[in-house]
């Protein structure tokens, strides 16, 4: 294939490229799989990656499950993936943290789901929020205040469903008040495949909203940022040139590659289209793109 990612992969340029990894990272949503449907020959794909003597690592920016959870949902697809091989956002959050000696005497707000606060919690940390507070509402009246923890020490914002006028208050009530109060973003993205069917808002538009309240950037833990790959490094010791990220965004996903060196792999049974990826202004091109991981693997046999 042509340098740039201008040309379809070859079956001469995917025999290479796998003979040159030992290591395939994988986004989840677009690329495993669209909402709760597994993407056709997936399973079979890995199946034959693995057959290989290829290693695998699930790196996914949606963090309303925890890794725990998105174990028990490869099962549930019919594909058993251990859970030391997933990484997500909310666990990348939760790893931020701990890393950087975060007071287990501090809490943490969530604008988020599920997965952010098991995971916060796995690690020692006590959070407020979450899915309960969409359930709140306030009162814009003039004798109304709105009361916030002052022990909040850090707030993490992630895909959340149930983002409402009270999360995005509280939130900027403690990044604003709080003295020393930490901002993280599992993520910005702007959209997903939330579903089978159609893309949704992504985590971006609620950390953009934070954002905006509070007039503050946040720290970034998922892709394209190089925190999750840094810790991947230190936990396996791999050597990155002999990595492989295989994306369905050429902004999070194929960025997060560039970003550390690996080789990298667009599929386009995701959220980008190959008008996209041509288009003259795009300025992210991966090594390589194919349309799906089926017909990666099938590439191979050619």
Request: with cysteine; net charge negative.
């Amino acid at each position: 294939m042509a340098n740039g990612g201008k040309e379809g992969l070859t079956p001469q340029a995917a025999r290479s490229l796998v003979d040159s990894i030992d290591v395939f990272i994988f986004d989840c949503d677009g690329v495993i799989w669209k909402g709760d449907k597994l993407i056709e020959g997936v399973s079979e794909a890995l199946h034959t990656l693995r057959s290989l003597g290829k290693r695998f690592v699930f790196v996914t920016n949606n963090s309303r499950k925890s890794r725990k959870q998105y174990a028990k949902k490869f099962s549930k697809l019919g594909m058993e993936i251990d859970e030391g091989e997933i990484f997500t956002s909310s666990f990348a959050a939760a790893m931020y943290l701990k890393l950087n000696n975060f007071p287990t005497d501090k809490k943490v707000y969530v604008v988020g789901e599920e997965g952010i606060k098991e995971e916060l919690k796995l690690v020692g940390y006590e959070s407020i929020g979450g899915p309960e507070d969409g359930r709140k509402s306030i009162q814009l009246e003039s004798s109304f205040f709105f009361d916030h923890d002052r022990s909040v020490g850090a707030v993490v914002v992630g895909l959340d469903q149930h983002f409402n006028y009270y999360k995005l208050q509280y939130a900027t009530l403690c990044i604003r008040e709080n003295p020393g109060c930490l901002f993280i973003a599992t993520n910005c993205d702007s959209s997903g495949n939330l579903t089978s069917l159609q893309e949704w808002p992504g985590a971006g538009c609620m950390v953009s909203s934070v954002s905006c309240s509070t007039q503050k950037e946040p720290v970034v833990v998922g892709k394209p940022s190089t925190f999750l790959m840094n810790f991947l490094l230190e936990r396996f010791k791999i050597d990155v040139s002999r990595m492989c990220m295989v994306g369905d965004r050429l902004d999070t996903d194929i960025l997060f590659g560039q970003n550390t060196g690996c080789k990298t792999l667009l599929v386009l049974s995701g959220v980008t289209t190959l008008p996209a990826l041509l288009d003259p202004s795009n300025s992210i091109h991966p090594d390589f793109y194919a349309n799906d991981l089926s017909h990666f693997v099938q590439l191979l046999s050619l």
